[in-house]
């Protein structure tokens, strides 16, 4: 979860806290993801025990986190009336209400989490009004862009995940090519997914915050805006190819390379061209290093713990470790922070000979990288899907790792 969903997220429980909305409740969190358990974690070091995390993947059931059972969602019939609390921090909140609704729970639902405003689904005249005025909004901002960036054909990169913009990336000159588009620009959320644009080439790109880029997103499907596309595989803006995964199994760069952009499977992706040297590559020990990545946005967290283990056997093979963080991240406990843009990260982890992250957007950025690299995989299902996190996202070349309970660390 980025940093302004995850300030929204808070302070909309502690706007429960205050109206006493939470207290003496029992309570149930529902869809397992990466953004329940950040809000599992909260309740949890604030005092407020959590019954279960309510989900539909039978594969998830009886399964725990941090003690708590994954169960269906019936098995909220079980609080006594009136005592229940279901708080949703998932991005499906109105599918989820409706299902709370439909099987006969009639306690309260929360959601915690607006990740698509506009997505409100009412006829009131009041609510009706306010989408007219986002629409409204949502124009003037696609036209500022059409301003600023004349007879650029529009790319929006509609959520703020590396592997996606570099998946985008490596399949977008093809894409270009077939419309006989000769010029583009490329609209991302945040800096480190403009640099990761940048990788590819002299691209026009503009960097958004998330409410400006879904109120441009929203105008330009509103307004049927033939000069921009919208390239995300788990959202109903090309086709709806996340329900082709209940079916079978796709691996994501498949579902952008074939389903995104309609091109053939084995098309050679383009690789980054633009990449740069770290300015502090002397102050890393050559070949006995070892990088760090423990922090994604949107990724299931592993375990303190298994960091320890990693890391210390590291340190006990004399690898000197780094941390690699960004703004009030943290380094791992034993290791030093270090902070290579993303076009610098590759020479680091190059320099230092061995690179140990969880299964994110910045294994995508160095899947070239010439070095001995590490990707951890937490024991999650994809989006409801039966498929595993490395069924989605494994890489070819790396070693790749599931973390399930009970993990130990080996060293080779």
């Given amino acids: 979860m980025d940093r302004m969903h995850y300030k929204e997220m808070t302070e909309s429980i502690e706007r429960m806290v205050q109206e006493k909305a939470i207290q003496g409740k029992q309570i149930f969190l529902f869809g397992h993801c990466n953004a329940t358990e950040e809000l599992a974690d909260w309740l949890l ?12 993947n039978r594969d998830k059931h ?65 609510t009706i009004a306010r989408r007219q005025e986002r629409v409204k909004r949502g124009i003037r901002l696609l036209r500022g862009l059409e301003e600023r960036h004349p007879g650029c054909y529009k ?77 995300h595989q788990d959202r109903p803006y090309v086709v709806a190819l996340s329900k082709a995964l209940h079916i079978c199994k796709i691996p994501l760069e498949r579902l952008y390379c074939c389903g995104v952009f309609s091109l053939a499977p084995g098309t050679p992706p383009y690789r980054p061209v633009r990449l740069q040297a770290y300015g502090g590559l002397g102050s890393i020990q050559a070949g006995k290093s070892v990088i760090f990545s423990p922090y994604a946005k949107s990724v299931t967290a592993i375990r303190n713990e298994v960091w320890e283990q990693v890391v210390g056997a590291f340190r006990d093979q004399g690898y000197s470790c780094y941390t690699n963080v960004a703004g009030e991240e943290r380094p791992l406990p034993g290791t030093l ?34 070095c001995r690299k590490i990707a951890l995989y937490p024991d999650y299902h994809y989006c409801g899907t ?10 070819e070349g790396w070693e790749n790792i599931v973390v399930e309970e009970g993990f130990q660390w080996k060293m080779s």
């Fill in 386 to 395: 039966r498929w595993k996190a490395i069924d989605m996202y494994r890489i």
């Fill in 62 to 126: 009886g399964n725990r986190y941090r003690g708590i059972e994954i169960r269906p969602p019936q098995a909220v019939l079980e609080c006594p009336a009136g005592q229940g609390l279901v708080c949703i921090a998932a991005r499906a909140y109105a599918a989820m209400a409706d299902q709370l609704k439909r099987i006969g729970y009639k306690g309260s639902v929360r959601k915690v989490v607006d990740y698509n405003s506009y997505a409100e689904y009412s006829l009131s005249e009041d």
């Fill in 155 to 231: 790319i929006l990169c509609p959520f703020s995940a590396l592997g996606d913009i570099y998946f985008t990336m490596s399949y977008l000159p093809y894409f270009m090519k077939k419309k006989g588009i000769e010029k583009c620009m490329v609209g991302v959320i945040g800096k480190a997914c403009e640099e990761t644009v940048r990788l590819f080439g002299s691209y026009e790109v503009e960097s958004l915050v998330q409410k400006d880029m879904d109120e441009i997103v929203q105008a330009a499907l509103y307004t049927e805006d033939r000069n921009v596309f919208i390239p």
């Fill in 45 to 56: 070091e604030a005092g407020f025990p959590i019954e279960a995390i309510l989900d539909n």
């Fill in 337 to 370: 922070p270090i902070s290579p843009s993303i076009p610098e990260v590759q020479s680091v982890v190059e320099r230092a000979g061995t690179f140990v992250g969880i299964r994110s957007g910045l294994c995508d950025v160095i899947r070239e990288a010439s």
